[in-house]
């Protein structure tokens, strides 16, 4: 009899195996959140280097050749990719910059204002790919062609926040200064 009692007590019960589950199903959840947030955070925070990296690609080669480097920005419905060409040739000096597919560069006037005389030009097609897109320069001081806004600024957002009336908790903004092409960055 001992020895029975002793045996049924080595086995779980139904509710303390469910109680179980129960706390590895929240537990996983809220990893799987905070996984998905990271994710999140570290597309932003890579595409946001990579953009600055190659708009100060443009600007050097600019300077290096001593002729205007152009900035293609591919538009398809949203902003994820750059190309650099020189003015005189329809021939790229540097890869193609596609951004992760997470996020995009903000095509609103208020939070990329270097897009807003640029996109209110015409859509001209890309020299190499033919997609319409829109450009400006980096000339061989440094400076740009960017005009209007005395701090043009360029913003990258999460694809998801694309369409959103105000910033997003989660942005990156750079500004480009007109004179020297430097770049400066801002972000919550």
């Known amino acids: 009899m001992i020895f029975q009692r002793y045996r049924n007590r080595l086995a779980f019960t139904l509710v303390e195996l469910l109680a179980v589950i129960a706390i590895i199903a929240i537990t996983s959840v809220l990893a799987v959140t905070s996984i998905l947030g990271i994710q999140r955070g570290t597309a932003m925070t890579t595409s946001s280097s990579q953009l600055i990296d190659y708009l100060n690609t443009g600007r050097q080669i600019a300077m290096t050749i001593n002729q205007p480097v152009e900035v293609w920005f591919s ?99 750079l500004q480009i200064d007109q004179q020297t092409g430097t770049i400066r960055t801002f972000r919550p």
Not at 111 to 123: C, K, M, Q, Y
Not at 134 to 154: E, I, K, N, Q, V
């Open 75 to 173: 538009q398809e419905p949203a902003i994820d990719s750059l190309q650099l060409y020189r003015t005189d040739t329809a021939n790229a000096v540097e890869r193609e910059l596609k951004l992760n597919e997470r996020v995009v560069l903000s095509t609103n006037a208020q939070w990329s204002s270097a897009l807003t005389d640029v996109i209110a030009g015409a859509r001209l097609p890309d020299p190499k790919r033919g997609i319409p897109s829109y450009s400006f320069r980096f000339m061989p001081d440094g400076s740009t062609d960017l005009a209007g806004s005395a701090s043009p600024t360029l913003t990258i957002l999460l694809r998801t926040d694309a369409g959103a009336s105000s910033l997003p908790a989660n942005f990156f903004t």
